[in-house]
T-cell receptor, first 115, second 112 residues
């Protein structure tokens, strides 16, 4: 069965600093991987997805993630944090990549950005 | 931009009561989902629905839960007899033919 581990329930960075949110997955088949962001009182918004094409995936708001099969990782990065990036971030995996398939989520990482 | 909507945003109910959570998926989507997030825990899959029937469900989705698409726009989750442990944020999502699921803002259910 698939699973997702997000290391660090809370990450704090200064504005302008590098953002690194860690995600490791466990899957018996090539996975489809996703990062979602949740702003306060809002739903989950898809940031980016990996679907077995390019290993470096670019998403919205300047975020990107790199799929590393050897490390079973899909860490999320952003070169320069902005105050508006403060939110909760969820990594998710699907082993089918088909419509109707459940997403398995990690516990989430809360990103705080200070000025 | 099309979005998934959910009502109500917050529902308070007494233990043992039935609740219905409502969702309006994106209009041209065909697959619908319910997830829940208990406070402080991860988002958990409950059920997916396609062509008027359940396509996948988790072990959480027991006999006290049911889903329905009563008309062409709404998608509902019913909990027949709520328990304290049903208190959670419930998210509805929808997708088209691809795997990208679009989530609503959630309904916070509080069972007292």
């Amino acid at each position: 069965a698939q699973s997702v581990t997000q290391l660090g329930s809370h990450v704090s960075v200064s504005e302008g600093a590098l953002v690194l949110l860690r995600c490791n997955y466990s899957s018996s088949v090539p996975p489809y991987l996703f990062w979602y962001v949740q702003y306060p009182n809002q739903g989950l918004q898809l940031l980016l997805k990996y679907t077995s094409a390019a290993t470096l995936v670019k998403g919205i708001n300047g975020f990107e993630a790199e799929f590393k099969k050897s490390e079973t990782s899909f860490h999320l990065t952003k070169p320069s944090a902005h105050m508006s990036d403060a939110a909760e971030y969820f990594c998710a995996v699907s082993d089918m990549g088909q419509a109707g398939t459940a997403l398995i989520f990690g516990k989430g990482t809360t990103l705080s950005v200070s000025s | 931009e099309p979005e998934v909507t959910q009502t109500p945003s917050h529902q308070v109910t007494q233990m043992g009561q039935e609740v219905i959570l409502r969702c309006v998926p994106i209009s041209n989507h065909l697959y619908f989902y319910w997830y829940r997030q208990i406070l402080g825990q991860k988002v958990e899959f409950l059920v997916s629905f396609y062509n008027n029937e359940i396509s996948e469900k988790s072990e959480i989705f027991d006999d006290q839960f049911s889903v329905e698409r009563p008309d062409g726009s709404n998608f509902t989750l019913k909990i027949r007899s709520t328990k304290l442990e049903d208190s959670a944020m419930y998210f509805c999502a929808s997708s088209g033919q691809n795997y990208e699921q679009y989530f609503g803002p959630g309904t916070r259910l509080t069972v007292t």
